[in-house]
């Protein structure tokens, strides 16, 4: 089974502009999401995804595969699909260019053993700081005893009206998809909760459509603001200093 990671790295993010080329202790953020990524077993190709010539020129100096997509796409997941058509493999994996910090094992949890009988998958682990339970930019899932997801929200859900032993988890932005999956998500209109919430995954749910939810144990960092950024840049600095990171 032949997997390709794709990395989605628009430029004009809305909370930090030019997010892909934010420095970090003298590479740019997208270098350090590739070279977490290419450390994965089970993984063939590594591809960025963009639509900016200043992420594409970034990517020649440091020698990252890349294509140019769309500048009209209006989530990651569409910009992926356009990449994956220029691609041959039988499974994408779409991680999110904002998480420097990934852990390459993570991406090989990702990967199924076999495709019979799968179409898209995501991972999520369990919540442990109440903040980020009510923190919006943590998307929330709750799955049925199968392990496939039954909701995503921005909210905290469920809510613990009868009981307060529960455990909740968010969503982790590295998800895996069969071209089909990849092509429903294109060619299905926006659904009404999908555009409530502003939850890519609700497209698959609202639709019938099974989402497989993988938990595993992670503390990434998704850098979506300044804060995160320096925060991320003193993580990694003191990595190189140990000697645990390489440039």
């Not at 430029?11 to 080329?21: A, C, F």
């Not at 555009?195 to 938990?215: Q, T, Y």
Request: neutral net charge; contains cysteine; charged residues 30%.
């Amino acid at each position: 089974m032949k997997t390709a990671v794709i990395i989605p790295a628009r430029y004009d993010s809305s909370r930090l502009k030019g997010k892909p080329l934010a420095d970090i202790c003298g590479r740019p953020m997208l270098w350090w999401v590739y070279s977490r990524v290419k450390k994965a077993r089970g993984v063939e190709e590594v591809w960025a995804a963009t639509d900016s010539l200043q992420v594409e020129a970034a990517c020649r100096e440091f020698h990252i595969p890349c294509l140019m997509t769309s500048p009209d796409h209006t989530t990651s997941t569409e910009r992926v699909y356009e990449a994956a058509r220029q691609i041959p493999a039988e499974l994408y994996v779409c991680v999110n260019g904002d998480e420097p910090l990934i852990d390459p094992a993570l991406v090989e949890r990702i990967i199924p053993q076999r495709l019979e009988g799968f179409f898209a998958a995501n991972l999520m682990t369990r919540i442990a700081n109440p903040v980020e339970a009510v923190d919006d930019s943590n998307i929330k899932v709750v799955t049925d005893p199968q392990g496939y997801a039954l909701f995503f929200s921005r909210s905290p859900i469920p809510h613990p009206k009868a009981s307060i032993r529960y455990d909740f988890y968010k969503h982790l932005g590295i998800l895996a998809y069969t071209l089909e999956a990849l092509r429903f998500f294109a060619e299905t209109p926006r659904g009404r909760l999908e555009a409530v919430e502003d939850i890519n995954e609700l497209r698959f749910l609202e639709n019938g459509k099974r989402l497989r939810m993988i938990p595993v144990e992670a503390a990434t960092l998704s850098v979506d603001t300044p804060k995160d950024l320096e925060y991320v840049r003193a993580v990694v600095e003191e990595k190189l200093k140990r000697g645990e990171l390489k440039l």
